[in-house]
């Protein structure tokens, strides 16, 4: 986690989270009320295709910038409570998550920071991580809410997965289509502002990964199977998940 800290020392990168959160922030308030599922507390985020694309271009200022812009569609979209704190946290999570994991979940296949659209490793590789952060989200926001007695864990964590698992994979098109404008003409890629001992990728950032990973998906599927308490299953592996992006 140390790139998402050291970046506040770079003039360009608090600009582009202030940017991000414009962006994500203006989008949700947009399409607040479309379509509610759990009215005041969740709905068809069709805002939720920006965190992953902010992220793989921006890296910890997505990050940020998602956080912060969902506390601004909370703020001026009405649904600002209780719940907005675990909504900061599930939400830098979901803007954290897929840079910091493109190359560390899968060291062994030498993938670059960069999104090569002719590489099926690249698409893959996003898939896999579209759904790893959406779940570590789901499960994050939802345990903070379930504890605070507002909506089942159960029924909310897997809203929010399905919901911005498939909003990610959407966001492809619009990274494939701005990337390189991002990078060789805007000169913008996060990687390329930040210096290379921030973003190195250390063996206890591949364990943080799979940690994640695991936890992740245990927080989704665990009670199916293991027969404990849903909300017991949420407070273990949102352990899990802080530890894992703390080790990335």
Known sequence: ????????????????????????????IAFKTVIP??????????????????????????????AIGN????????TLGPGSLPGFVGNFILGYLPYSLW????????????????????????????FISSAACAVLVSTGVDAMGMVPYSVLSKIIALNNTLCSLIGVILLASVFNITKHQL???????????????????????WIVTAASAIGLFGAMVTGLQPAAVGWLCSFGIIVGSILL
């Open 37 to 66: 599922l759990i009215p005041g507390y969740t709905e068809v985020r069709v805002a939720n295709v920006f965190p992953m694309v902010l992220s793989l271009l921006f890296g910890p200022a997505g990050a940020w910038g998602s």
């Open 103 to 130: 190359t560390t979940l899968l060291p062994g296949l030498g993938l670059s920071r960069e999104w090569t659209p002719g590489s099926w490793l690249n698409w893959a590789n996003y898939i896999l991580i579209a």
């Open 187 to 209: 000169g913008l890629f996060w990687a390329d502002l930040l210096d290379e001992k921030d973003v190195h990728v250390s063996s206890k950032a591949v364990a943080g990964a």
């Open 1 to 28: 986690m140390k790139s998402a800290l050291t970046m506040w020392n770079n003039t360009r990168m608090i600009i582009l989270v202030a940017v991000c959160a414009a962006i994500y922030g203006s989008a949700l």
């Open 71 to 78: 506390f601004i569609g909370d703020l001026f979209g009405g």
